[in-house]
């Protein structure tokens, strides 16, 4: 194939899904430490241009005890979502989730992407990414309780309510990496990054296929 017969061919690909690049889809129960986990990732990993963690936009205000996200009210972020602002987005607990449009160029650029999700976004972000890999992080009703006590931002029956929604069938994840993250949060933390390590090397390869 010429150089221009090669570019005419890019040309005429469909801008989704996007087929080079990885995107690494964190999900699980809330209380898992998903977040514990990627923070754990972005700590030993630096600011490499490989791997790229996704803030997240919330309609929830920062907490300085949480996740950092960017934080938009219900109006904006629905302006925002009209107006193709977003990769993909989804409704949980009451609130709005969003990824940024622009992460659609780091995963085009052959990176990998990083993101605390919703199970249920994960058909979309399918439909976006030809290379998705599900790192999906548990544990055991027990543990999951008692973080979610611990955080004090809601009540013993929005606790359970959310341990219930954890357990719905509708919600697994066909094909995904499980990490159990009930002991010693350095194994979690090691499987992790033996994940995106792989998605790394997945990535290297994947315009090839």
């Not at 609130?95 to 085009?108: C, E, M």
């Not at 994960?122 to 990414?129: C, E, F, G, Q």
């Not at 066909?174 to 002991?183: E, K, L, P, Q």
Request: charged share 25%.
């Amino acid at each position: 194939m010429t150089a221009s017969a090669g570019i005419e061919a890019a040309m005429e690909e469909p801008a989704f899904p996007v087929r080079c690049g990885v995107f690494v889809a964190v999900v699980g129960p809330s209380g898992a430490g998903k977040d514990t986990l990627i923070d754990h990732a972005r700590a030993r990993l630096g600011a490499g241009d490989d791997v790229v963690f996704v803030r997240r936009i919330i309609t929830r205000q920062a907490d300085p005890a949480a996740e950092d996200h960017d934080t938009l009210d219900t109006d904006a972020f629905e302006a925002a979502r009209r107006d193709g602002c977003f990769a993909v987005d989804w409704q949980a607990n009451g609130l709005s989730y969003a990824l940024p449009a622009d992460i659609d160029g780091v995963v085009r650029a052959g990176r990998v992407a990083v993101a605390n999700v919703s199970r249920a976004a994960v058909p979309a972000l399918r439909r976006r990414y030809r290379n998705v890999l599900v790192v999906l992080v548990t544990a055991p009703a027990e543990v999951l309780a008692d973080r979610l006590a611990r955080r004090g931002r809601e009540s013993r029956a929005a606790v359970l309510e959310r341990l219930e929604r954890g357990r719905a069938p509708a919600l697994a994840v066909d094909g995904a990496t499980v990490i159990d993250n009930s002991g010693a949060p350095e194994e979690a933390g090691r499987r992790f990054l033996a994940a995106l390590r792989r998605a790394v090397a997945w990535s290297a390869l994947s315009d090839q296929v």
